[in-house]
């Protein structure tokens, strides 16, 4: 990993995008440091409707679970003047020092300007930001930037769809689900035969074989065996195992990332073969999928698509409800 050095609050406003990958708008971003050094960052919206108090509550609570830090920086990017956020900078500094929790500075990206909430300093000019040290760093245009899905291939969604079309329930008992998860993160998407895709589409709608598939994913192959046991007991009356439940809450061992996000790109790929009434299934697996990847932006825009379209979407509601609860999974918070 790049070691870049700030000297200056003018360089580290320029690196905060580059080191959360993407430009942040009407957002506060709390960067946790473990020593001199960033130990992740962490944005929340500037929510309106959420009073300053439960805001930074929920900002400070986040930044005490990482072990490491031992304090923190924060940067308001507003579209309004700077002064309209000085009310939630007081809340915050009040509950970091409840917390015992050290803040260096409160910056802000606003319309008026760029300084510190902690000094007496006018706003100074944006273009004074020093974006040269990020330099090299991919940053996207915005926090939603990668949310929406690609049209598809005119062939491709063709071929799914016609598979889809001669899917009978013959094809549900014959079909070894397991198998099938893996080969939704061994095989490039675009490369998955269509009469496999179209299996894909049809368990990713279906709860039961959905929450196997994620569970799979979070895990191996093996785990994912053992969820669709468990998914068979549990329709028998059986209790379902806390430890395949706490995958699904994230109070598990941190899952591999590569193969999350293997997922997420099939589910993607799926979703754009999917007609719109029906995707809410794939959208909220894409949400949930985000979420277990610490991209809660990305799986709240995903949630806010599958309840646009099944306004009862219950895996759905549950991701919808973790981040505005500012629920990560614990593996987030793991060095």
């Given at each position: 990993m790049d070691v870049i050095k700030a000297t200056s609050a003018a360089d580290f406003l320029g690196l905060v995008p580059a080191l959360i990958g993407y430009t942040p708008t009407r957002s506060i971003v709390a960067i946790p440091f473990a020593g001199s050094r960033t130990v992740g960052a962490a944005r929340f919206d500037l929510n309106p409707t959420l009073g300053s108090g439960s805001l930074a509550s929920s900002i400070v609570g986040v930044i005490c679970r990482v072990p490491t830090a031992d304090r923190m920086a924060v940067v308001i990017y507003t579209d309004d003047d700077s002064e309209a956020s000085r009310g939630?900078?007081?809340?915050?500094?009040?509950?970091?020092?409840?917390?015992?929790?050290?803040?260096t500075d409160a910056l802000y990206v606003a319309r008026d300007g760029w300084g510190s909430y902690l000094s007496d300093d006018h706003p100074r000019p944006l273009a004074e930001i020093n974006t040269a040290l990020a330099?090299?760093?991919?940053?996207?245009?915005?926090?939603?930037?990668?949310?929406?899905?690609?049209?598809?291939?005119?062939?491709?969604?063709?071929?799914?769809?016609t598979a889809f079309e001669g899917f009978g329930l013959g094809d549900v008992a014959e079909t070894d689900w397991i198998t099938l998860g893996e080969v939704a993160v061994t095989t490039p998407a675009e490369e998955i035969d269509p009469f496999e895709a179209a299996c894909l589409i049809f368990a990713l709608s279906r709860p039961a074989l959905r929450d196997v598939a994620l569970v799979q994913w979070a895990s191996d192959q093996a785990g994912g065996e053992r969820a669709a046991e468990a998914q068979a007991g549990w329709e028998r009356g059986e209790e379902y195992p806390a430890n395949l439940a706490a995958i699904m809450w994230g109070d598990a061992p941190r899952p591999d990332a590569a193969r999350l996000s293997a997922a997420l790109t099939t589910v993607r790929h799926l979703t754009a073969l999917t007609p719109q009434p029906v995707r809410a299934g794939l959208l909220a697996s894409a949400a949930w999928l985000s979420w277990a990847l610490g991209r809660s932006t990305h799986a709240a825009d995903y949630a806010r698509q599958a309840l646009a379209i099944d306004p009862s979407h219950g895996l759905a509601e549950i991701v919808a409800s973790f981040i505005q609860a500012s629920h990560l999974p614990s593996w987030a918070f793991e060095n």
């Open positions: 939630l900078v007081n809340a915050l500094l009040a509950r970091a020092d409840e917390c015992g929790l050290s803040v330099v090299g760093h991919p940053v996207a245009a915005s926090q939603h930037v990668g949310t929406e899905i690609p049209a598809a291939d005119d062939t491709r969604l063709c071929e799914v769809n």
